[in-house]
């Protein structure tokens, strides 16, 4: 059974970077494809994008100068890193298998002084 | 593409019959077209892919139909621990989309 966790800081300030990883286990990264999707308080999901570790990333357009998704498998990670941070981004961040077989079980990052 | 979901909120008893719609910008690929449902505090849940399959472990209550611009997530008898947002998807392309979500709550 596929299992995600999700890991980083909870908060970041203005101006600066988010950096989340996602542990994956009884799965590997080099298979399949993974994705982050992001849900601000009390409202719906945004799809980031995602990554085939084998051929390469899409990305929201939204988001796309500011976001680059990455994989690590030694180690079975996957990584997300957000530039330019604002309030807007606060949000929980939720790492998935291919686009939402499987799910962590989210990480609330806030942008904040 | 752009999904509308409706009706925003449902409010229905339990034992009821839930049917909430989803409705694409465009025809889109059936093939393509998820529901998911999420509970207070957790990660969406799939339910249903390819408009009409339903994930594993998903109880036969749940049934996916449709095609072209038009989609419905039908839940027969509605339990206490269906009563949660649900999310329709399209997962081809780039972006991917979401519907912005129905509220089926206890009336």
């Known amino acids: 059974q596929v299992q995600l966790q999700e890991s980083g800081p909870g908060l970041v300030k203005p101006s600066e970077t988010l950096s989340l990883t996602c542990t994956v286990t009884g799965g590997s990264i080099t298979s399949d494809y993974w994705t982050w999707i992001r849900q601000p308080p009390g409202r719906g999901l945004e799809w980031i994008g995602n990554?085939?570790?084998?051929?390469?990333?899409n990305y929201n357009p939204s988001l796309k100068s500011r976001v680059t998704i990455s994989g690590d498998p030694s180690k079975n990670q996957f990584s997300l890193r957000l530039t330019s941070v604002t309030v807007a981004d606060t949000a929980v961040y939720f790492c998935a298998r291919k686009d939402g077989t499987h799910w962590g079980q989210g990480i609330l990052v806030t942008v904040s002084s | 593409i752009v999904l509308t979901q409706s009706p925003g909120t449902l409010s229905l008893s339990p034992g009821e019959r839930a049917t909430l719609s989803c409705r694409a910008s465009?025809?889109?690929?059936?093939?393509?077209l998820a529901w998911y449902q999420q509970k207070p505090g957790q990660a969406p849940r799939l339910l249903i892919y390819?408009?009409?399959y339903r994930a594993t472990g998903i109880p036969d209550k749940f049934s996916g139909s449709g095609s072209g611009t038009d989609f419905t997530l039908t839940i027969s008898r509605l339990e206490p621990e269906d009563f949660a947002v649900y999310y329709c998807?399209?997962?081809?392309?780039?972006?991917?989309?979401f519907g912005q979500g129905t509220k089926v709550e206890i009336k």
């Open positions: 998807q399209y997962y081809i392309g780039s972006p991917r989309t």
């Open positions: 990554m085939f570790y084998s051929g390469g990333t």
């Open positions: 390819g408009a009409s």
């Open positions: 465009q025809s889109v690929d059936s093939n393509y």
